[in-house]
């Protein structure tokens, strides 16, 4: 059974920063390119950030430039550093397969910017 477990979300200030990590268990992360995910309230679920099985990174035009999603197939993890956060940052963040296959969403890992 799939299990992803995101961690590391929080209160911060405008222009702070956050380390976001996402475990896996029963799943073998370097075969499949895995992404982030958030969904603020009263809005739809949307990509942030994926991650090929290469290590190609790519980003949805809001958050390029101040996020960065890495991963580490040993250790079945994938990582999203959020520098230069935004209020509109604020939202639950989700990990999942790229493309997100709906059984293997987690519990989520919130993420609140406000002074």
């Known amino acids: 059974q799939v299990q992803l477990v995101e961690s590391g979300g929080g209160l911060v200030q405008p222009g702070g920063s956050l380390r976001l990590s996402c475990a896996g268990s029963g799943i073998i992360f370097s075969i499949y390119a895995m992404g982030w995910y958030r969904q603020a309230p009263g809005k739809q679920r949307e990509s942030v950030a994926w991650i090929t099985t290469g290590g190609r990174a790519n980003y949805a035009d809001s958050v390029k430039g101040r996020f960065t999603i890495s991963r580490d197939n040993a250790e079945n993890t994938v990582y999203l550093q959020m520098n230069s956060l935004k209020p509109e940052d604020t939202a639950v963040y989700y990990c999942?397969?790229?493309?997100?296959?709906?059984?293997?969403w987690g519990q989520g890992t919130q993420v609140t910017v406000s002074s």
């Open positions: 999942n397969k790229d493309p997100p296959t709906s059984r293997n």
